[in-house]
């Protein structure tokens, strides 16, 4: 308690997504201010509730360090004459630093001795500083939203009630608006609403407790998993896991109680994610599953307070979730009087946007696409007519559940309710699959489509989405995105590279483009050079993620990222061949043929007669073995046997620059070695631009 720092800013219940970030950013504030003050501390810990922040800081020195200055003066052949007597520019720089030109030292740069005045500034008391220091932390705490009330100038994620702060045991004083801090805090709203007196951290959280407050976020976290567990245990089941929707009722409550209710098992009829999204998202509820993950009957609610009588509250969240579920099987039951390929042509009254069109355009768009893209999947396989009808009828049916009711009022089920609504139509069910796949991945790192059909139709409506929006100038800057498209093109490189397509993406982009000449604002030439880097950028950056090094990555991109598949195999053949023994000397040797060449005219073409020395022309016939090795290393995808037969130059390469002179007099003959190199670098970049490889000197 005696140098232990508290803050708790009271409130008006906050957004539950705003609060993790809020501690965070809590925790960084705190530190960063001590550390500008030099207030040495010990543990930083924050905790949270709906209606409070709070923030313990331990072992808090009761003083500043102390700061030494140095500043540097004129040079010590400056200061001084030849008889050891203070200049002007000394006594000056003595009396603009306020000590006595006696006082002065030196200090040695690398640019000689200079005068140097050093000052100490004795540290102040932290309890001075405090209260400026947490004004500023909650002023600075940042929010997705924030609000003013009353006629005060003060902005915060909802309106401030209290102020605790104190620091060894006493009241830091400061104010925020029209709220004064103090040493009381606040019990449960509804369950011990007075107010109390505290004096340390300890003493805090046993007072909490006995308000009924569970301060800690991370004991709510394990009290409502418990507590679940033992709900649904009761009625023979468990909770059905969701990590996010745990974190999210942990921050909805300060003192978490659990209840569990049932619905009528006619509804257990409805597809399964109806269920799921209608008690997770929409209600805050977990479903109960069996032992085999199917769902049971049952949902289990998390109250923020004691229910004086759980029967009540039980039929209430009965009512509630049963109005939902038969509000759910109304939808589903009247989508499927509508057959999905009739809801196409409705479409057209959907925007998808103003410069882009209806989303019924876009289904066209991508669907053309699509087919483009499954001929150069299954160019001559024998299913390949099946494969690509199952893609053209994937993509046309893709955005037709957007017209439903189900996805009107539960948006989270676009492609979920296609389908089902396609099985229940009997639809194959690879299409159906694939109208629900092609909007995978949902988020960075999520699920990839299992089945080509459902990959192929993904591709082609991300890249439409892509090249679209490059093509009307709506470009991602900054950390602006607000179409998510570096999203969807990591979505496509994933995708790509998972089912190892050989698809290359410029001639990705230009039929995107053609297809969407009518709507282009900007020449498709340019926007097809910002679609490829910006593509090139998502890989890099993923690349480099997941721990390849950069400048093998950036050798690999240098020679080109149209083939991804290809460019990654490249990149993990280099990793691997930077061990292999003649490695930093063939990279030597590609530098030294690169730095020769650069900028000097070349022959079109190789004049084998005109060489002179058994060098070259060993130079040249090493070239000529190893080259069709190389290339037909490369077009098998064999990249760590194409590079150790590229290694095999090294000593051809090493006795043609130690005997032959390459600029030489002739003319002929310095442009005939200038070509025969050109080539040997030529075939190096086949491979990788070795010129931008790191090696050890």
């Not at 599953?289 to 509250?313: E, Q």
């Not at 039951?333 to 809801?343: C, G, M």
């Not at 893709?398 to 139509?425: C, H, I, N, P, W």
Request: charged content about 25%.
């Amino acid at each position: 308690m005696e140098r232990e720092l508290l803050l708790e800013i009271g409130t008006e219940e906050i957004p539950a997504a705003f609060l993790l970030k809020a501690l965070r950013d809590m925790e960084e504030i705190i530190r960063r201010e001590l550390a500008d003050s030099r207030i040495p501390h010990g543990e930083v810990r924050t905790m949270a509730t709906p209606r409070r922040l709070f923030l313990a800081v331990a072992d808090v020195a009761d003083r500043q360090e102390d700061q030494l200055i140095e500043k540097l003066g004129p040079a010590r052949s400056v200061a001084f004459d030849g008889l050891g007597n203070p200049s002007k520019a000394a006594l000056g720089f003595a009396r603009g630093q306020c000590i006595d030109v006696n006082a002065l030292e030196f200090a040695t740069t690398e640019k000689g001795e200079y005068l140097c005045a050093r000052r100490k500034i004795a540290g102040e008391a932290t309890e001075g500083l405090l209260p400026a220091i947490l004004a500023r932390l909650v002023a600075a705490i940042p929010f997705r939203k924030s609000m003013r009330w009353s006629d005060l100038e003060v902005r915060f994620a909802r309106p401030i009630h209290w102020i605790l702060a104190l620091y060894g045991g006493r009241v830091v004083p400061f104010t925020v608006g029209n709220v004064a801090s103090s040493n009381a805090s606040r019990g449960h709203r509804f369950m011990s609403p007075g107010t109390f007196s505290v004096h340390s951290f300890q003493e805090y959280l046993t007072l909490m407790r006995t308000h009924f407050v569970i301060v800690d976020p991370a004991e709510r976290t394990r009290i409502i998993a418990d507590r679940t567990a033992e709900a649904a245990a009761a009625v023979g089941g468990s909770p059905l896991r969701n990590d996010d929707l745990l974190e999210h009722v942990s921050f909805l409550t300060e003192y978490p109680t659990v209840i569990c209710g049932n619905f009528d098992p006619e509804y257990l009829r409805l597809p399964r994610e109806v269920l799921v999204t209608t008690m997770i998202s929409h209600q805050k509820y977990f479903p109960v599953v069996d032992g085999n993950g199917d769902l049971l009957p049952h949902f289990l609610t998390i109250n923020n307070t004691l229910a004086r009588d759980p029967a009540v509250v039980r039929r209430g969240n009965e009512r509630v979730i049963r109005a939902r579920l038969a509000d759910a099987r109304f939808f589903f039951d009247e989508d499927r009087k509508v057959p999905l390929a009739d809801r196409v042509e409705d479409l057209k009254k959907v925007t998808f946007h103003t410069l882009l069109g209806t989303s019924h355009e876009k289904v066209l768009r991508f669907r053309e696409l699509a087919g483009r893209i499954a001929r150069q999947v299954h160019p001559s396989q024998g299913d390949a007519a099946l494969f690509a009808a199952r893609v053209d009828e994937a993509a046309l049916l893709a955005k037709a559940d957007l017209d439903t009711q189900m996805v009107g009022e539960f948006s989270e089920l676009q492609g979920v309710m296609g389908r089902e609504y396609a099985l229940r139509e009997g639809k194959d069910p690879i299409v159906a699959k694939a109208i629900y796949e092609h909007y995978l991945p949902i988020s960075a790192g999520g699920e990839l489509p299992e089945t080509d059909e459902g990959a192929v139709v993904s591709i082609a409506d991300k890249l439409d989405t892509i090249c679209g929006f490059f093509g009307v100038g709506l470009v991602p800057t900054g950390t602006a995105d607000p179409y998510a498209l570096r999203r969807q093109a990591l979505g496509i490189i994933n995708i790509i590279l998972k089912k190892g397509y050989a698809l290359p993406l410029d001639g990705l982009i230009d039929d995107a483009l053609a297809i969407l000449a009518g709507r282009l604002k900007r020449p498709a030439a340019e926007t097809k050079a910002d679609c490829l880097e910006f593509f090139r950028s998502r890989f890099e950056n993923q690349l480099l993620a997941q721990g390849h090094p950069y400048d093998v990555v950036d050798a690999v991109l240098a020679t080109g990222s149209g083939n991804l598949v290809r460019a990654e195999a490249r990149i993990r053949a280099m990793e691997e061949f930077k061990r292999h023994p003649d490695f930093a000397p063939l990279a030597g040797a590609f530098k030294r043929v690169v730095n020769i060449i650069r900028n000097i005219r070349q022959e079109a073409q190789l004049h084998p007669d005109r060489f002179t020395c058994t060098e070259e022309r060993e130079l040249h016939q090493a070239f000529l073995d190893i080259r069709q090795i190389v290339r037909s290393q490369c077009d098998s995808g064999q990249y760590e046997g194409a590079l150790i037969a590229l290694a095999k130059l090294r000593r051809p390469v090493d006795c043609f620059f130690e005997a032959v002179l390459v600029m030489a007099e002739d003319e002929q003959v310095r442009c005939n070695r200038l070509t025969l190199l050109a080539e040997i670098a030529s075939l190096f970049h086949d491979l990788a631009d070795f010129s931008k490889i790191v090696t050890e000197a």
